[in-house]
T-cell receptor, first 114, second 116 residues
Framework: AQSVAQPEDQVNVAEGNPLTVKCTYS??????LFWYVQYPNRGLQFLLK??????LVKGSYGFEAEFNKSQTSFHLKKPSALVSDSALYFC????????????FGSGTRLQVQP | EAGVAQSPRYKIIEKRQSVAFWCNPI?????LYWYQQILGQGPKLLIQ????????DSQLPKDRFSAERLKGVDSTLKIQPAKLEDSAVYLC??????????????FGAGSRLTVL
């Protein structure tokens, strides 16, 4: 079985400050991990993914995420938040074998205050 | 390239009525997914197709939901009869052939269903 937990319903941060959105996962084998962002009345947009290799992955709009196998975490980060980053962020996981689809977390709303 | 197309964008129906949603994936994408996103929750997989075959429909409420992808291209998701708890956004996504699991899902804008 595969699952994702996003422990924070909402994260508030001031513009220009660093941000972190937390994600932990559970899979039987090795994980493929993804972050997606959702703006109001829009579909989900891909930000970045971890498949293998370097634990720090860089994605769109200046976002990055760090894979930590021992803590089974894949936290999303950005050094300096923008008001336009305010949106709903979803972490997702699937196992590296088989044909199972992505399992998504419950989402974290990021609010960046000017 | 054109994105994943979905229609209608919005639909309001009474409970016990039926509704159908249509999805046209990105050209050449063999794998197609339907997800249900209830307000305040993350997307939940309803059904996964590989070409015109079903890979996973274990979470599809088959007493009221059905889906097909007859020619391995576009797909239709139907709900009959609808219940209040079916109010949600129905998201369609697709990935390329030979889905290794590392491929990125591309999502459509979604179809928002309100059941009164």
């Amino acid at each position: 079985a595969q699952s994702v937990a996003q422990p924070e319903d909402q994260v508030n941060v001031a513009e220009g400050n660093p941000l972190t959105v937390k994600c932990t996962y559970s899979v039987s084998g090795n994980p493929y991990l993804f972050w997606y962002v959702q703006y109001p009345n829009r579909g989900l947009q891909f930000l970045l993914k971890y498949i293998t290799g370097d634990n720090l992955v860089k994605g769109s709009y200046g976002f990055e995420a760090e894979f930590n196998k021992s803590q089974t975490s894949f936290h999303l980060k950005k050094p300096s938040a923008l008001v336009s980053d305010s949106a709903l962020y979803f972490c997702a996981v699937r196992e590296d074998t088989g044909r199972r689809a992505l399992t998504f977390g419950s989402g974290t709303r990021l609010q960046v205050q000017p | 390239e054109a994105g994943v197309a979905q229609s209608p964008r919005y639909k309001i129906i009474e409970k016990r009525q039926s509704v159908a949603f249509w999805c046209n994936p990105i050209s050449g994408h063999a794998t197609l997914y339907w997800y249900q996103q209830i307000l305040g929750q993350g997307p939940k997989l309803l059904i996964q197709f590989q070409n015109n075959g079903v890979v996973d429909d274990s979470q599809l409420p088959k007493d009221r939901f059905s889906a097909e992808r007859l020619k391995g291209v576009d797909s239709t998701l139907k709900i009959q009869p609808a219940k209040l708890e079916d109010s949600a956004v129905y998201l369609c996504a697709s990935t390329q052939q030979g889905d290794s699991g590392a491929n990125v899902l591309t999502f459509g804008a979604g179809s928002r269903l309100t059941v009164l």
